[in-house]
């Protein structure tokens, strides 16, 4: 049986607790058993080099050295990261590595919560499976991104709320490797209330599906 990790806590207004409780339903359903932490101790634990996945929710906040460490060990070793919005691109800002790891880092969203479409870049991906492109409403994540990543969908920006990024694209979901480990983000998901979108939830579990060490 696959086995997850969820780690969760950092800035509230990412109501990190509800996401975990979404994440660990889901996670039950397809199969995992799953333990939660509210510590970012629990990164350091020799035991998460055994895991399928990890999922992090943890806006902002500090990480110690030994915990990235071990965490971006665990990944390269073959562990699944899988994540989204704040909770996994804007975490722990000072820890290079981790920004590494996760391929992109959040770097500001012109205009707060606005309308703004989704577009698919990478229909023929199995995450991607009968996704068109969609509208949506939340915070538009403007990332800096590694260029390694595997984009599977974009976001245009306007210029209306910040006029010298007028047409510019931005990666929305992404995968990657890390070492033998499978990456994948989505920057959607600013509250829980936005999981009940059928697109975005759709995309989120097939990529954490994805993300997970396939049963050795």
């Not at 996994?88 to 500001?108: E, I, L, T």
């Not at 510019?168 to 033998?180: A, C, S, T």
Request: hydrophobic share 40%; proline share 4%; with cysteine.
């Amino acid at each position: 049986m696959k086995s997850a990790l969820i780690v969760y806590g950092g800035w509230e207004g990412h109501d990190p607790e509800e996401c975990a409780a979404i994440y660990r339903r889901w996670l039950h359903e397809d199969g995992f058993t799953v333990r939660t932490a509210t510590e970012t101790a629990a990164f350091a634990d020799p035991s998460i080099h055994e895991l399928s996945l990890i999922i992090p929710i943890f806006t902002m906040s500090r990480i110690e050295k030994a915990e990235v460490e071990n965490l971006t060990k665990a990944v390269e070793g073959g562990v699944g990261l899988a994540g989204h919005h704040g909770g996994m691109s804007d975490a722990f800002r000072d820890a290079v590595d981790y920004q590494f790891m996760v391929g992109g880092q959040w770097v500001a969203h012109p205009g707060n919560i606005i309308d703004y479409t989704v577009d698919v870049a990478n229909a023929d991906d199995p995450i991607m499976e009968g996704i068109k492109s969609f509208s949506y409403r939340s915070e538009q994540y403007y990332m800096h991104v590694d260029p390694s990543n595997e984009v599977l969908a974009t976001t245009t920006f306007s210029g209306e709320h910040a006029w010298w990024i007028k047409d510019v694209v931005i990666p929305v979901v992404w995968k990657r490797r890390h070492g033998k480990g499978r990456v994948f983000h989505m920057t959607l998901g600013h509250q829980a209330k936005e999981f009940e979108n059928p697109n975005m939830a759709t995309i989120m579990r097939r990529g954490m599906n994805w993300a997970a060490r396939d049963e050795e």
